[in-house]
C-alpha cells in the first residue's frame, strides 16, 4: 500500500523540501503543493493520507507566528481539514506548522474538532530566536506510532516564538491528564514553554505539533556530533517519519 502525504506550502515555507526528502525517506509519496493549488480544489486534501505543514515564517509571522496562514486554512479550507482529522488522516505540523496547528484550534483540540483557540506559541522567554539542538523525551501519548522513536533523543530547534502557553490551567491539566503531551524538552527549557511541553496531539492522536525538527535529523551525518556518536539504530527523526507512514499503511 502506498501512502500519499502532501506537503503544504504557502509564502515563507522554508522547510518543504527537508519534509519530503524525510517522507520519501520513509517510503511515501509525497508531493508539495502550494496552499493556493489546494484551494483551487479543496475536496483534493482527502486523496491524502498525511498532511504536513512544515516549518518557515508563513507570510513573514506577521501579526503572529503561524496567524494568517492559521486563518486561511480555518476560512476557506475548514471543512475539508476537519474532515480530515474525523476521518483518521494524520495532520502534523513542524515549528511554523505547529503554531499554525495551534492558532486554528485544531490542537491541543475539541472532541467535535471546532476550531476554538485555547492556547498558543507566543515569544521565547529568552526574548530571542532559540537555534541549537535540544535534548527530549518522548512521553507516552496518543499518538502511539511514535513509540519507535527513543524515551530520550536529541533533535534541533530554531524558532523565537515557541513559548507554549494554554489559555488557563484547566485546559494544562487536561493535556496532561488526557496523555497529549507527546515530546518534553529535558534538562534546559529553551523557550520557557509552560510544563517543558515541546510538542503535543489531539485526543485521537492523529493531529500532531511540535517545534523541534525531525526533518533536519534523518540521517546521522546530520547530527553535530556524528563521528562520536556511532549511531547503530536509525536516527530519532527518521523513526518520526517511519511511524508515522507505518501507521498509516496499517
Not at 506510532?145 to 494544562?172: C, M, Q, R, S, W
Request: proline fraction near 4%.
Amino acid at each position: 500500500m502506498s501512502v500519499k502525504a502532501l506537503v503544504l506550502r504557502s509564502v515563507g515555507t522554508n522547510c518543504d523540501l527537508e519534509t519530503r526528502q524525510a517522507l520519501k525517506s520513509a517510503g511515501a509519496k509525497v508531493d508539495v503543493l502550494h496552499l493556493n493549488q489546494i484551494l483551487q480544489k479543496p475536496e483534493q486534501l482527502l486523496a491524502f493520507s498525511i498532511l504536513v505543514i512544515p516549518g518557515g515564517f508563513s507570510y513573514g509571522d506577521d501579526i503572529a507566528a503561524g496567524k494568517i496562514l492559521a486563518n486561511e486554512l480555518k476560512f476557506k479550507i475548514g471543512a475539508q481539514l476537519q474532515q480530515m482529522a474525523r476521518l483518521g488522516h494524520l495532520i502534523i505540523g513542524i515549528c511554523n506548522g505547529f503554531q499554525v496547528l495551534v492558532k486554528t484550534g485544531l490542537l491541543p483540540g475539541y472532541e467535535d474538532f471546532s476550531f476554538q483557540q485555547n492556547s498558543t506559541l507566543t515569544q521565547n522567554l529568552s526574548g530571542r530566536f532559540q537555534c541549537e539542538w535540544v535534548a527530549l523525551k518522548r512521553e507516552n501519548s496518543c499518538a502511539q506510532y511514535l513509540k519507535g522513536i527513543p524515551l530520550h533523543f536529541e533533535l534541533p530547534i530554531a524558532h523565537g516564538e515557541g513559548n507554549f502557553v494554554t489559555k488557563d490551567l484547566k485546559i494544562l491539566q487536561e493535556i496532561e491528564k488526557n496523555k497529549q503531551v507527546v515530546f518534553r524538552y529535558e534538562g534546559k527549557n529553551p523557550n520557557g514553554s509552560m510544563n517543558a511541553i515541546a510538542g503535543i496531539c489531539n485526543q485521537k492522536g492523529n493531529v500532531l505539533g511540535l517545534m523541534p525538527h525531525p526533518e533536519r535529523y534523518i540521517t546521522q551525518f546530520q547530527h553535530p556530533a556524528w563521528t562520536k556518536l556511532k549511531l547503530k539504530v536509525k536516527t530519532p527523526g527518521f523513526l518520526f517519519w517511519k511511524g508515522a507512514v507505518d501507521f498509516v499503511k496499517r
